[in-house]
């Protein structure tokens, strides 16, 4: 089974920090994504990427940042963290394109608080 | 406009019910449609999948597409107290490699024994 690994479950920031959320699939996929959920809004994408160093904003961009030098490898920044940035972050991946394969595969999520 | 649209409930029905999830959307380009399932403190995992319209079936599971009224529904039968989750539809215009999931609020479903 295909795996993605969020490296922290819960994390507390204080407003101000650079916060930094890893993200490692093992599956050599091409595709990886960073998403918010929040409660009534549902999943927003804030950025994906479909190859090594290569990225594009997502319908949520602002103050974020995503980095991608290796392809397991998706990290998503925030550069200055805000109280309104607390959310459940979720990672996925995706093996090439949606006709091949329709599935996202997700991490279990990290739930950040900034206070 | 939300471009997709899904009723969050929560949605309570007794161990046994058949349940009905369903979304709307308004972008008419969409023709891969998704439902995913979120159990509490987990991420999503795909359930189903469906290229333009039609229905299809996975055992107790089965997924309508009707294209004409922009309106998707995933149905469960004999339903389980581990049915218990949020269900997300997800679809999307484009088979490439960037093409982007729109995925809905998520409808909260209870299923008691």
């Known amino acids: 089974d295909v795996k993605v690994t969020q490296s922290s479950r819960y994390l507390v920031k204080r407003t101000g920090e650079k916060v930094f959320l890893e993200c490692v699939q093992d599956?050599?996929?091409?595709?990886m994504f960073w998403y918010r959920q929040d409660p009534g809004l549902g999943l927003r994408l804030i950025y994906f990427s479909y190859d090594v160093k290569m990225k594009e904003k997502g319908d949520i961009p602002e103050g974020y940042s995503v980095s991608r030098e290796k392809k397991e490898r998706f990290s998503l920044i925030l550069e200055s963290a805000s109280t309104n940035q607390t959310s459940m972050y979720l990672c996925?991946?995706?093996?090439?394109?949606?006709?091949?394969?329709?599935?996202?595969?997700f991490g279990s999520g990290t739930r950040l608080t900034v206070v | 406009q939300k471009e997709v649209e899904q009723d969050p409930g929560p949605l309570s029905v007794p161990e046994g019910a058949i349940v009905s999830l369903n979304c709307t959307y308004s972008?008419?380009?969409?023709?891969?449609f998704m439902w995913y399932r979120q159990y509490s403190r987990k991420g999503p995992e795909l359930l189903m999948y469906?290229?333009?319209?039609g229905n299809k079936e996975d055992g107790r599971f089965t997924a309508q597409v009707d294209k004409s009224s922009k309106y998707i529904s995933l149905f469960i039968r004999d339903s389980q107290p581990s049915d218990s989750a949020t269900y997300l539809c997800?679809?999307?215009?484009?088979?490439?490699?960037?093409?982007?999931?729109?995925f809905g609020q998520g409808t909260t479903l209870q299923v008691k024994p």
């Open positions: 599956m050599d996929h091409e595709n």
């Open positions: 997800a679809m999307s215009a484009s088979s490439s490699n960037t093409g982007k999931l729109i």
């Open positions: 469906t290229y333009s319209s």
């Open positions: 972008n008419s380009a969409f023709q891969y």
């Open positions: 996925a991946s995706r093996e090439g394109q949606m006709i091949h394969n329709y599935g996202y595969t």
